[in-house]
């Protein structure tokens, strides 16, 4: 029988006070994994658990910036002593800035990719010790439709994630060999706050997309909750350096013509 089950696990999703991460973790908990994430801010955490207990979660929240390797560390240390070794890591807190490229500053560039690459490297390199010594372990990271194409003003996260997909296939290769699988979810068009600005009425962005998703219709968080159990659960356990794309078909499709 194939084990979707997260019994017994402990599962880390960074910036998951809300958002796709908030839903993975819910999703996750519900398949019976213990649930662990971080936020910026404590009022963010706070907000977190507060979100987690309406949903009759017991979540275990921690301020960390994850772009702080020392953040990083200590939080990995508390959580290992106060909660458990982390089975399950994903890579999900990320950010994005639409600025055409020329008008955009090096310093915002590199902001994205610190956040959106540099950070699932260290968060990522933090949990890897003791996954090697349990002999097993999950890490998902949050790519994109931009680890696959770019568009206008998104330079920097299209690196990002592009660079992340390259990042989930490197931790693969490098430690399959420990019963340790890295894999990706690669999101469509998501409704959530960070693509908000791209969705207000009569915004030309939200009738483009759904003309380009097969599906048409933008994503919703509880689409990317089977996918994610999948790639956490045992049943993936031979499923290693994979992006799964969970995008209605977008990939796939040249685009609807204009009517
Ligand atoms: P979101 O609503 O903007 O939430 C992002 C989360 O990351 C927030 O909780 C944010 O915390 C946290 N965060 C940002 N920088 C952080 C840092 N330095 N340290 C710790 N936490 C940090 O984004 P989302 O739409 O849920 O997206 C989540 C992930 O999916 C991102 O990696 C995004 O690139 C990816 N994605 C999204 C879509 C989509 O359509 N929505 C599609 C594909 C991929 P604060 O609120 O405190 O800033
Ligand atoms: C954008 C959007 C996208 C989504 C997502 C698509 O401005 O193009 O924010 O980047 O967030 O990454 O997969």
Same mark, same amino acid.
């Given at each position: 029988?194939?084990n979707?089950?997260?019994?017994?696990?402990v599962?880390?999703?960074?910036?998951a +006070?809300?958002?796709?991460?908030?839903?993975?973790a819910?999703?996750? &908990?519900? *398949?019976? !994994?213990?649930?662990?994430f971080?936020? %910026?801010?404590?009022?963010?955490?706070?907000?977190?658990?507060?979100?987690y207990?309406?949903?009759?979660?017991?979540a275990?929240?921690y301020?960390c910036?994850?772009?702080?390797?020392?953040?990083?560390?200590e939080?990995v240390?508390?959580?290992?002593?106060?909660?458990?070794?982390i089975?399950?890591?994903?890579?999900?807190?990320?950010?994005?800035?639409r600025?055409?490229?020329i008008?955009?500053?090096?310093?915002?560039?590199?902001?994205v990719i610190?956040?959106?690459?540099?950070?699932?490297?260290?968060v990522?390199?933090?949990v890897?010790p003791?996954?090697?010594?349990?002999?097993?372990?999950?890490i998902i990271n949050?790519? +994109?439709?931009m680890?696959?194409?770019?568009?206008?003003?998104?330079? &920097?996260? *299209?690196? !990002?994630?592009?660079?992340?997909?390259? %990042?989930?296939?490197?931790?693969?290769s490098?430690?399959?060999?420990?019963?340790i699988?890295?894999?990706?979810?690669?999101p469509?068009?998501?409704?959530?706050?960070?693509?908000?600005p791209?969705?207000?009425?009569?915004?030309?962005?939200?009738?483009?997309i759904i003309?380009?998703?097969?599906?048409?219709?933008w994503g919703?968080?509880?689409d990317l909750?089977?996918p994610?159990i999948?790639?956490?659960?045992?049943a993936?356990d031979?499923?290693?350096?994979h992006?799964?794309?969970?995008d209605?078909?977008i990939?796939?499709?040249?685009?609807?013509?204009?009517q």
């Amino acid at each position: 029988m194939v084990n979707f089950s997260l019994e017994g696990k402990v599962a880390l999703v960074t910036g998951a +006070s809300y958002g796709i991460g908030f839903a993975i973790a819910s999703a996750y &908990a519900r *398949a019976g !994994a213990t649930i662990v994430f971080n936020d %910026l801010k404590q009022e963010m955490v706070d907000n977190g658990i507060a979100s987690y207990a309406a949903q009759g979660i017991k979540a275990h929240g921690y301020v960390c910036d994850v772009t702080n390797e020392n953040q990083v560390n200590e939080m990995v240390a508390k959580i290992e002593k106060e909660v458990g070794v982390i089975d399950i890591l994903v890579n999900n807190a990320g950010i994005i800035k639409r600025i055409p490229m020329i008008e955009m500053t090096a310093a915002e560039f590199r902001q994205v990719i610190d956040v959106d690459l540099n950070a699932p490297f260290i968060v990522a390199k933090a949990v890897l010790p003791s996954m090697i010594k349990k002999g097993a372990g999950k890490i998902i990271n949050i790519c +994109s439709m931009m680890s696959e194409l770019g568009r206008e003003t998104v330079s &920097a996260y *299209a690196a !990002a994630k592009g660079g992340l997909k390259m %990042l989930t296939r490197n931790i693969a290769s490098e430690y399959g060999e420990y019963n340790i699988q890295c894999n990706g979810i690669g999101p469509g068009y998501i409704a959530t706050p960070q693509t908000a600005p791209l969705r207000t009425p009569g915004h030309p962005f939200n009738s483009f997309i759904i003309a380009k998703t097969p599906a048409a219709r933008w994503g919703t968080t509880e689409d990317l909750e089977g996918p994610a159990i999948f790639l956490a659960s045992e049943a993936s356990d031979f499923v290693n350096g994979h992006v799964l794309y969970v995008d209605g078909g977008i990939l796939a499709y040249i685009g609807k013509q204009p009517q």
